[in-house]
């Protein structure tokens, strides 16, 4: 079956973490969001988090079996206010996974809302398992 | 919570110590983002001037039906339920996870805030899964400047 459809591929994200971090502060970092993927006999879905992303702020790409989720933060603007308390910094997104065989690309979805992004690849008919009749001879 | 000179918790004792607070955090000083991140207590961030303060909360999939805002005196008070609800996949055929990283919680959070606000007058608003709450200080509660007169 299907069991490495999906190939860690972390060492690209780890990548552009690094440069990231080597920036002067004043650049947004870059993380990798957390995500779910769950697999059934139709399709694989992705689950990630990604708080303040709008629709425009979401890049999602398939390329050569690559698929890559970008996510920009939509800046929260806080004019005469000053920083009081602060227990977590707002960063951008990007994330990456190779994809093996079986995937129909042209039927990929993706659906945002509250900041989570649902991305549905539904498996190529090829791929999808059958149920074989079984005849009494 | 930051502890100053007379050993007692405040978050905010003057205005020397927010500047003093300001600089660090442009010197690169790290919040306790790992300390804060775990399910039971989201991370907050806090913005106030002399009238009014903004609390920010990431809370992706969060219940809207399950959230739960007070304020008491100088308190906020923070409930509600994060979802991990999948979206999309089908129920017919054995379903397996891959990966597993997002959890599905419960959250209760208290944030003393640097002074009293007007409970009547606060407003929240969740946008791309962004709770951001806007609380006002009561109009008696302001502060007020002091004339010095020279004698």
Redesign the interface.
Known sequence: MLRNLLKRDDERTAATATATAARPSTRTRTIAPPVDIVEDDRALVLTADLPGVSQDGIDVTLDQGVLTLRGTRARQAHDGFQAVWREYEPADYERSFTLAEGIDRDAVSAVIRNGVLTLTLPKSKAAQPRRIAVTSA | MFINDSGMRS??TSLQD?ER??HD?HR?FE???AA??DAAAP???????ED???V?C?????DPASLAISVTGDTLTLRGQRR?A?????A???????????AQFEFSRS?QL?FRVDGDRAEAR?E???L?IALRRPESDKARRITVKSA
């Open positions: 978050l905010w927010m607070m300001l955090l690169g919040p306790a983002t804060f991140a991370a907050l961030n806090v913005w106030a001037n009014a303060a903004v920010t990431d809370l992706p999939g969060l991990t999948d979206e999309g996949a089908d017919d055929g054995g379903r397996s996870y891959h990966r597993r990283e997002r944030l640097p969740y791309l899964g962004v951001t």
